[in-house]
């Protein structure tokens, strides 16, 4: 008897052997024309694209959930598919259709109906893990080798258009001038197939169940009305999608698998107690996220700033510029866009004022060149410049050498006089230098009396800063 369960013992583990060196083993394209660094290169400005026209959500509770699940997949990622040079974020996007896609390089959009619709979490990184999977294996630049006739400058508008698909595709597509057609670089069925195979391995390794992947391809496809099931119209199904994830998955047993998570209860409950998400039809008639100097995230900024607003939100709010840096804000705060430069202040902080938005309480972020590559001597050359439109601003203070996130910057303070409620106000202004040349500035403005109750916020925001030169 002794003998007989050794032998049945051996034939099982030959048997569990031979099924997991029977899984399938995926790899990346080998006529790739672009490098590693390139794909990060083109996920940088697709994604500085997308999110002026995205309505990213600015959600603490949403964010972190999906980045916890995102961050849980990288780790997973087979040591051979591993880029060092990639950045991965992960961001959630606040319309309805069920949808999410992935650029070169590691920025991923996960659409907040696809959330919503997910009976588990195994659901959301099934979909995710498929995701990640593209960019991996380097499809979208795979693909964009075929357009050899285009500079990489020219190619990023195109995978962006042509990865999104859809309604948010078809805008960016046409608001760019690169005049790349985008069927060309949608990704084929091959690859497709490829990126479910890869993504179970990558959930199996996260302990999450790769037939929670094919469950969730189920409940795409069961999604009817307006918004129909967008992710299947842009990521077309190689055949037989169901059953060979589901034979994939018999590969790759995990015990105790992620499925229904605290977290996971928690994030749709939330959701279901914010407003409705637009549809992209409707945020695409809203003109997208991103807003002109004279216009704020909820429409027109309106008459010239009260001076009276509340004091800042204990709870702080995650702000990304992407492939800049990225913030902590009180979540009680408005974010203000213009072309070079993003301001964050309370209601009745800013407004508008002689054709120009102004503001008596808030941090600006901006970005300069830094022609002299001199820390100090740029930081100069900016205060001058502030000077010339702000003929009360006093001599700056004594600079403060400082570290944010691990750059040389400098901080000074510096009196004015506001020009609309011609009170006397305090500047504070840290400037950094970054490897890419440029110079970043944040410029923290209070009126005097108010002050010492938000340097502490200010410095609590440049200490959240987390710059991604």
């Given at each position: 008897?002794?003998?007989?369960r050794s032998?049945s013992?051996l034939?099982?583990v030959?048997?569990?052997?031979?099924?997991?060196?029977?899984?399938?083993r995926?790899t990346?394209?080998?006529d790739?024309?672009?490098?590693p660094?390139?794909?990060?290169?083109?996920?940088r400005e697709a994604?500085?694209?997308?999110?002026?026209?995205?309505?990213?959500?600015?959600d603490?509770?949403?964010t972190s959930?999906?980045?916890?699940?995102?961050?849980?997949l990288v780790?997973a990622?087979?040591?051979?598919?591993?880029?060092?040079?990639?950045?991965y974020?992960?961001?959630?996007?606040n319309?309805r259709?069920?949808?999410?896609?992935?650029?070169?390089g590691?920025?991923?959009?996960?659409?907040?109906g696809?959330?919503e619709?997910a009976?588990?979490?195994?659901?959301?990184?099934?979909?995710?893990?498929?995701e990640?999977?593209?960019v991996?294996?380097r499809?979208?630049t795979a693909?964009a080798?075929?357009?050899?006739?285009?500079?990489?400058g020219?190619v990023a508008g195109?995978?962006?258009?042509s990865i999104i698909?859809?309604?948010?595709?078809q805008?960016?597509s046409?608001?760019?001038?690169?005049g790349v057609g985008?069927a060309?670089l949608r990704?084929?069925?091959?690859?497709?197939r490829q990126?479910?195979i890869e993504?179970?391995?990558?959930?199996?390794g996260?302990?999450y169940?790769p037939?929670d992947?094919?469950g969730?391809?189920k409940?795409?496809?069961?999604q009817?009305?307006?918004?129909?099931?967008?992710?299947?119209s842009?990521?077309?199904?190689?055949g037989?999608?169901?059953?060979y994830?589901?034979?994939?998955a018999?590969?790759l047993?995990?015990?105790?698998?992620i499925r229904?998570?605290r977290?996971?209860?928690?994030?749709?409950a939330?959701?279901?107690?914010l407003p409705?998400a637009p549809?992209t039809?409707?945020?695409t008639?809203?003109?997208?996220r991103r807003t002109r100097t004279d216009?704020g995230?909820?429409?027109?900024?309106?008459?010239?700033p009260?001076g009276r607003?509340?004091p800042p939100?204990?709870?702080?709010?995650t702000y990304?510029?992407?492939g800049?840096f990225r913030?902590?804000?009180?979540s009680?705060?408005r974010?203000l866009?213009d072309n070079d430069?993003v301001?964050?202040?309370p209601?009745?902080g800013y407004g508008?004022?002689?054709?120009?938005t102004?503001?008596?309480?808030?941090i600006?972020?901006?970005?300069t060149?830094?022609e002299?590559?001199?820390?100090?001597t740029?930081?100069d050359?900016l205060?001058r410049?502030?000077?010339?439109?702000?003929?009360?601003?006093g001599?700056?203070s004594?600079?403060?050498?400082?570290?944010?996130?691990?750059?040389?910057?400098?901080?000074?303070?510096?009196?004015?006089r506001?020009?609309?409620?011609?009170?006397?106000e305090?500047?504070?202004?840290v400037t950094?230098?970054l490897r890419?040349?440029e110079?970043l500035?944040a410029i923290g403005?209070?009126p005097?009396?108010e002050f010492?109750?938000y340097?502490?916020?200010?410095n609590?925001i440049l200490g959240?800063t987390?710059l991604t030169?």
């Amino acid at each position: 008897m002794r003998h007989a369960r050794s032998t049945s013992t051996l034939i099982a583990v030959a048997v569990a052997t031979g099924l997991l060196t029977a899984q399938e083993r995926i790899t990346p394209s080998p006529d790739n024309k672009y490098t590693p660094a390139q794909d990060v290169q083109l996920g940088r400005e697709a994604a500085a694209e997308a999110e002026k026209q995205l309505p990213v959500m600015r959600d603490d509770l949403v964010t972190s959930y999906i980045e916890g699940i995102g961050r849980r997949l990288v780790d997973a990622i087979p040591p051979e598919l591993r880029h060092p040079e990639f950045r991965y974020t992960f961001k959630a996007v606040n319309v309805r259709e069920i949808n999410a896609f992935a650029l070169p390089g590691g920025p991923m959009y996960v659409n907040r109906g696809m959330i919503e619709a997910a009976k588990n979490e195994g659901e959301i990184a099934g979909v995710m893990a498929h995701e990640l999977s593209h960019v991996v294996l380097r499809h979208g630049t795979a693909q964009a080798s075929k357009a050899t006739k285009y500079e990489i400058g020219q190619v990023a508008g195109a995978i962006l258009g042509s990865i999104i698909g859809g309604g948010w595709g078809q805008v960016i597509s046409q608001g760019t001038q690169f005049g790349v057609g985008t069927a060309f670089l949608r990704f084929s069925r091959e690859f497709e197939r490829q990126a479910d195979i890869e993504g179970t391995h990558i959930m199996a390794g996260a302990r999450y169940d790769p037939r929670d992947m094919a469950g969730m391809f189920k409940t795409i496809e069961k999604q009817g009305g307006s918004g129909g099931p967008q992710w299947l119209s842009d990521h077309p199904n190689p055949g037989n999608r169901y059953d060979y994830i589901l034979k994939e998955a018999q590969l790759l047993p995990v015990q105790n698998p992620i499925r229904i998570t605290r977290e996971f209860d928690q994030v749709q409950a939330h959701l279901k107690e914010l407003p409705r998400a637009p549809t992209t039809e409707e945020a695409t008639r809203a003109g997208g996220r991103r807003t002109r100097t004279d216009t704020g995230p909820n429409g027109p900024i309106g008459d010239a700033p009260t001076g009276r607003v509340e004091p800042p939100s204990s709870r702080f709010t995650t702000y990304e510029e992407a492939g800049v840096f990225r913030v902590a804000v009180p979540s009680n705060w408005r974010e203000l866009q213009d072309n070079d430069a993003v301001t964050f202040a309370p209601t009745g902080g800013y407004g508008s004022y002689r054709g120009q938005t102004v503001y008596t309480h808030g941090i600006q972020i901006g970005l300069t060149r830094n022609e002299s590559h001199d820390l100090q001597t740029a930081t100069d050359e900016l205060v001058r410049s502030f000077a010339q439109g702000n003929p009360d601003m006093g001599r700056p203070s004594r600079y403060e050498r400082i570290s944010v996130d691990g750059h040389a910057s400098l901080r000074t303070t510096m009196s004015n006089r506001n020009e609309v409620t011609r009170g006397p106000e305090t500047i504070q202004l840290v400037t950094v230098g970054l490897r890419t040349g440029e110079l970043l500035y944040a410029i923290g403005v209070a009126p005097s009396d108010e002050f010492n109750n938000y340097r502490g916020v200010f410095n609590k925001i440049l200490g959240s800063t987390r710059l991604t030169d």
